[in-house]
């Protein structure tokens, strides 16, 4: 197999080498802060689809600098049983650069499970969140490198990971993975790139849909 990154037992133990800034907690409890005192005065917009057990709108909330952010949210119709008429699980889809939040169609599948489903349209790429640009200050990528939250991450994690990937190398991705302290396990795709990995939807599909 053609290496792009490092030898995959190498991989296994790597933790990265980007230094934590000194300041990494403190940036993200700012950004936390400032987000808590947004009013996010959500609107929640019906749209027709021909699925009885769910029920489809456009979601749209204020974010932080006064961003309209737009999601596709789609719930258990209030007949589909036991979830829909109080709290039941619920999915959080973010796409890839330059995406957007996709077809309704392939929504439908976590509502006849009992399970609502958000996919957000990210700022500044192909959907309808508003991007209202002009960053203030210094961002060092120190503090959105994803290995230096990792350790705060608690819930059960799966990761797909292409080995190929020049991307976003499998060195980033293993990085995070290998800081996590969470119940996780690793799906490894040897001679797979920066592309859709087969069987994977199906994966997170069996893992959140499980009792």
Same mark, same amino acid.
């Given at each position: 197999?053609?290496?792009?990154?490092?030898?995959?037992?190498?991989?296994?133990?790597?933790?990265?080498?980007?230094?934590?800034?000194?300041?990494?907690?403190?940036? +993200? %409890?700012?950004?936390?802060?400032?987000? $808590?005192?947004? *009013?996010?005065?959500? /609107?929640?917009?019906?749209?027709?689809m021909n699925a009885p057990?769910?029920?489809?709108?456009?979601?749209?909330f204020t974010g932080v600098r006064g961003a309209r952010i737009h999601a596709k949210y789609v719930q258990p119709a209030a007949?589909?049983?036991?979830?829909?008429?109080?709290?039941?699980?619920?999915?959080?889809?973010?796409?890839g650069y330059t995406m957007s939040s996709g077809d309704w169609?392939?929504?439908?599948? +976590? %509502?006849?499970?009992?399970?609502?489903? $958000?996919?957000? *349209?990210c700022r500044g /790429?192909?959907?309808?969140?508003?991007?209202i640009g002009g960053v203030k200050g210094t961002t060092h990528r120190g503090h959105v490198d994803v290995q230096?939250?990792?350790?705060?991450?608690?819930?059960?994690?799966?990761m797909a990971v292409g080995l190929m990937d020049e991307i976003c190398p499998p060195s980033t991705q293993f990085a995070a993975y290998n800081r996590m302290t969470c119940p996780k396990s690793l799906v490894i795709y040897p001679d797979f790139a920066h592309e859709n990995l087969p069987g994977v939807d199906e994966i997170v599909y069996e893992l959140?849909?499980?009792?």
């Open positions: 197999m053609p290496l792009v990154d490092m030898p995959l037992e190498q991989l296994k133990s790597y933790e990265g080498r980007n230094p934590r800034p000194e300041d990494h907690d403190a940036y +993200w %409890a700012r950004a936390l802060a400032e987000m $808590a005192v947004v *009013d996010s005065d959500v /609107q929640l917009v019906p749209h027709a057990y769910a029920e489809c709108f456009d979601l749209y007949s589909a049983g036991k979830h829909a008429a109080g709290k039941h699980p619920a999915v959080l889809l973010f796409h169609s392939d929504k439908l599948k +976590w %509502a006849a499970r009992g399970i609502s489903v $958000a996919a957000l *349209d /790429q192909g959907g309808l969140s508003e991007d230096h939250p990792a350790p705060r991450v608690r819930a059960r994690t799966l959140l849909a499980a009792p």
